[in-house]
């Protein structure tokens, strides 16, 4: 069963015509897409009611949307009554017996009539009872006086939960049987005049763009009474909240209410599973979906320490090693520890130019060596020993010839005759390195999950390395989402705007050093998206949407993830940067950023920047940030994370003029972001904030 996209719940009602004024015991439909009702329905009477959901059902099949439709009377009555009117087994011979002999109106309907006629085909009095006119009926008793009619008085689903009417009372308080008697008739006649679209339940599979379902408001009578507390019509509220709950729950929730082994009869969905229904009805956190990205329970807004602690926690490298050579390897993430093949530096050598001899050979005060033959020079040894008391020439970067421990600069030294002179004062060793003072043949000379700068490449080779073993790169999927989308450069009509979104995620995921896959735009169109998805999560590690992840009309990303099954919308205590939207499509990552690019930039590098790194083997990374004086005021509210565009000028960060998140002039003009605790705080100027660099995000 794939997921409903619009769910709508009405209330029944067997009454004549209400008025133009909204009240309460009259028809009510209540609609919700996304756990977010709109305002509910009042329709006056029955004619009216159903000409409103024909055209909710025309629409919704219009849109390619699929319609949960649910109705709060039986769709069917006690074991054994349909065959004993109709001959038939089949629930729908009764409806179609109903629809064919109920007479209906907005001022009035033949249902008491009815009854009594459809007693007198039974033996003894009854089953219906109840009759709500001044004039006596033929075969229909005023009181409960029935006897001997050999009908079961209860379905099994109202035997089983509290507080259920029999649909044999045709009126009184609560009485819910002139209601089955004047529905199943407009049910019948939707279900003719959408043959083929529509699947009722619990007796046909739901495999139709429209279900009809039997529901019931008292299931969730907790979370409508304290609704009702606040004021309002009680038949708007019960509406509006059970539209509310079944369209908040899981797809898997919804399909172990929707599982029942249900008898000829029909049943209430939700049956036995009133906590839940209740919770979801109410104004509080949807229940916790069964996936990697879900949250803990009651959290409502999610620090931003909480949300990358998740996704550190659940993320892990997604890519191979291969080798590359060692040019090559700028920018790659080192897959496994390098060690040092030989020692650098190798040899003892010097450090400068100027005269080697053995420091132990030297006398006192001012010192005159003889030289000797040769010189020794970087590359090229110097074949044989350098007798005590003499010197040799000697170039920076040559290895020390046997017999010298110790240079002098050739600055602090007179040469003639084959000698040189130098004043005392030489320390022992001076102007030398020892062989492998600075990496050990043997020694870890680079660590893995490095990402590998230029300073990497120098070491690498120093310690004689040709091949790295790097993780391949990342494979990055861009995507701009939105009908109001035209790439610069192309005609715009009025209210398109130019995608400034996927150039700057595109370079963005250039500077990380990942691969870019650029998927181009795509429409508000939720199986146009769903193609790309597909495709993306073939081809890529991971997805970076824009646009369409809030919960609106428009937003398929979120709905696309939601549907998918794996898929929270994270509210995290951020700004600017809400909503993000983090799932697993095709078991991809996909991070589904806001559309306003000040928002997409900020959290990418916050959020996609640390999970990235992540999934490409280099770790979780934290950028650096370093505390210096604001340049500056601000007062911040508590509650959530605030980052603002600043860059640091004479020692301070200034931030930008506009902490407008439309302001992609503040992006541009920006070098990095002032971080504010999510707690309240006042900035004065000259107080340490902290400030990251772009280039800490790298
Ligand atoms: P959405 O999240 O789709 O509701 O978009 C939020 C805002 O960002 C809207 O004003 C969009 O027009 C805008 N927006 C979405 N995608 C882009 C994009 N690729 N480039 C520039 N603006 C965008
Ligand atoms: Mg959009």
Redesign the pocket.
Same mark, same amino acid.
């Given at each position: 069963m794939t997921k409903f996209d619009t769910v709508a719940i009405v209330d029944w009602s067997a009454g004549n015509d209400t008025g133009s004024r909204p009240r309460k015991d009259a028809i009510w439909m209540g609609i919700a897409r996304d756990g977010q009702t709109e305002e509910p329905v009042y329709l006056r009477n029955r004619p009216v009611a159903e000409h409103a959901i024909a055209d909710l059902i025309d629409a919704e099949l219009a849109a390619g949307r699929r319609l949960f439709l649910g109705f709060d009377f039986p769709f069917g009555y006690p074991r054994g009554f349909g065959e004993a009117l109709t001959g038939s087994e089949d629930p729908f011979a009764l409806w179609a017996w109903l629809e064919a002999r109920l007479e209906d109106s907005p001022k009035a309907n033949n249902r008491f009539d009815l009854a009594g006629q459809i007693n007198r085909q039974f033996p003894g009095i009854g089953p219906f009872w109840f009759n709500g006119l001044g004039r006596d009926i033929d075969g229909l008793p005023r009181k409960d006086t029935r006897d001997g009619h050999g009908m079961p008085e209860l379905r099994r689903v109202e035997a089983q939960s509290k507080g259920t009417f029999s649909c044999w009372q045709l009126g009184g308080a609560g009485a819910v049987g002139g209601q089955v008697l004047t529905g199943l008739p407009v049910l019948e006649r939707l279900r003719r005049r959408f043959s083929g679209q529509v699947a009722v339940w619990p007796f046909e599979p739901l495999d139709r763009p429209v279900a009809f379902v039997e529901i019931w408001p008292g299931l969730i009578n907790a979370a409508v009474k304290d609704a009702e507390a606040q004021g309002g019509i009680r038949d708007a509220h019960q509406v509006r909240l059970l539209s509310r709950a079944v369209s908040r729950l899981p797809q898997a929730r919804l399909r172990a209410m929707l599982d029942v082994d249900a008898p000829k009869e029909g049943w209430i969905m939700g049956q036995g599973f009133e906590t839940e229904l209740t919770q979801a009805a109410r104004l509080a956190p949807p229940p916790l979906r069964d996936d990697c990205f879900a949250l803990p329970a009651g959290v409502d807004w999610t620090p931003v320490d909480d949300a990358l602690a998740m996704l550190q926690d659940r993320l892990h490298a997604v890519v191979e090693q291969e080798d590359v050579a060692v040019k090559n390897a700028a920018n790659r993430i080192l897959a496994s520890d390098v060690i040092a093949v030989r020692s650098n530096p190798h040899l003892p050598n010097t450090a400068v130019d100027g005269y080697g001899f053995a420091y132990a050979s030297l006398g006192q005060g001012d010192q005159i060596l003889p030289l000797v033959k040769g010189r020794a020079a970087a590359g090229l040894a110097f074949e044989g020993a350098v007798p005590a008391g003499h010197a040799i020439r000697i170039l920076t970067g040559a290895a020390l010839p046997d017999g010298v421990d110790t240079v002098i600069l050739q600055e602090d030294v007179t040469v003639g005759g084959g000698q040189i002179a130098f004043r005392p004062g030489v320390k022992t060793g001076a102007n030398t390195r020892k062989a492998g003072e600075d990496v050990h043949a043997g020694d870890v000379a680079l660590k893995a999950g490095r990402k590998l700068t230029p300073a990497d490449l120098a070491l690498a080779s120093a310690v004689g390395i040709s091949r790295l073993p790097v993780f391949r790169r990342l494979r990055v999927a861009v995507l701009?989402?939105?009908d109001?989308?035209v790439d610069a450069g192309e005609a715009a009509a009025p209210g398109q705007?130019?995608?400034? =979104?996927?150039p700057?995620l595109s370079a963005l995921v250039d500077q990380f050093g990942f691969d870019c896959v650029d998927l181009g735009?795509v429409p508000?169109d939720r199986d146009a998206l769903r193609a790309i998805l597909d495709g993306a999560a073939a081809e890529a590690d991971t997805i970076l949407t824009?646009?369409?992840?809030?919960s609106?009309d428009?937003?398929h990303?979120s709905a696309l993830l939601q549907d998918a099954g794996a898929m929270a919308e994270w509210r995290v205590a951020l700004k600017p940067g809400r909503?993000l939207a983090l799932g697993l499509w095709d078991g991809t990552p996909v991070f589904g950023?806001?559309? =306003?690019?000040v928002?997409?930039f900020v959290c990418t590098l916050i959020f996609a920047r640390p999970a990235m790194a992540l999934l490409a083997g280099q770790g979780w990374t934290k950028p650096q940030g370093f505390s210096v004086p604001a340049g500056f005021s601000k007062s911040k509210k508590p509650g959530r994370r605030e980052y603002l565009r600043a860059r640091m000028r004479d020692g301070r960060a200034d931030v930008f003029k506009s902490e407008g998140s439309?302001r992609?002039s503040g992006l541009s003009w920006a070098e990095g972001l002032v971080e504010l605790p999510d707690d309240a705080l006042e900035v004065a100027e000259g107080d340490p904030v902290r400030f990251i660099p772009f280039g800490s995000f790298l």
């Open positions: 701009s989402t939105g109001e989308l705007i130019y995608d400034a =979104n996927r700057m735009r508000d824009s646009g369409g992840a809030s609106g428009e937003d990303v909503p950023l806001p559309g =306003n690019p928002a997409a439309g992609i």
